[in-house]
């Protein structure tokens, strides 16, 4: 079977991410026997910039059609000015709605190489492995009413709206417990029950899901503000912490800090049907895009998750990681990861560094 391929490369660093990712890739198909077909299509400003939208039909079919998508970043100054339903997210978030892509799954890993590189101290974050369920299709992300209207006494208010249907709850469950059965069978679920009723359903339905379905898996329930002290506090607490689309957004940014660098993390997002787009956590980063110094490492174990979760090849995910861990054991790193010591390599530089260590 080909597995068909479409890489959305994007804006800012996203080119040069990808680029180095696939690197790796095509040293699955050369010296693996990985058989892919390989499609690019423009997203976000660059998509912007060539159709005046930042999701052009095109791109959406394609990735309709494909069974797995590789996305580097969207988003940048240079389209910060238009108005919402042009900018760059929104081909991000376009995206995700129309593949139905409601599982979005970021694993926080602290490679041991790395553990001088986190701004904690390495005893709190040493084999730190926690994996964070995001919900990524519903909340105040997509909720009706929003938009900016003008008061009676003529002042301009934003507003959003929050919202969580009990189906779309039940269904990140299910994939946050069965994600916790395969790694140590304990799920945090977090939400802000003591002020949001949207959240409060939230952990209604959690509760009810566990006790219905995962009486196996130990649940327990935490509010936001303290689930982000914890992550700082004590973060090897948690296996699976599940939770909504905006908590989940800032959550997994604060775990990534926990690893180093939120350059070295991957994320998967996950439609019903196991297909996906998989892509680094981080953003388009215009501050050093176009010098070839951005870290692609969190779009390189991008590409491993893809590897098991969408073209089913775990031999090759598990080829690229460890050939990620060799190269952090040569020494070789990006500025982000730089300590004294180690080497000060390039993007490519590094995909071309990992394309080279994988052994399967
Ligand atoms: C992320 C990003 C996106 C989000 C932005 C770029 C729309 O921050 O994937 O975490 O908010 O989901
Ligand atoms: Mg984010």
Redesign the pocket.
Known sequence: MTAKILVLAGDGIGPEIVSATLMVLDRLVRDFGFAAEIEHAPVGGAAVDVSGRPLPDETLRLAHAADAVLLG???GPKWDALAPELR??KG??GL?AGLDLFA?LRPALLYPQLAAASTLRAEVVADLDLMIV?E?TGDI?FGQPRGVRVLDNGERQGYNTMVYSESEILRIGRVAFETARRRQSRVCSVDKANVLEATRLWREVMTALQQSEYPDIELSHMYVDNAAMQLVRAPKQFDVMVTS??F??IL??CAAMLTGSIGMLP?ASLNAKGRGMY?P?H??APDIAGRGIANPLGTILSLAMMMRHSLGRPDLAGGVEAAVRKVLDQGLRTADIHTAGTQRVGTAEMGAAVAAAVTI
Do not use: F, H, Q, T
């Open positions: 970043a969207v988003g760059p997210e991000l978030l995700r979005n995001r990524l992300y689309n905006m989940g957004d997994s940014d994320s892509e956590i953003g388009s």
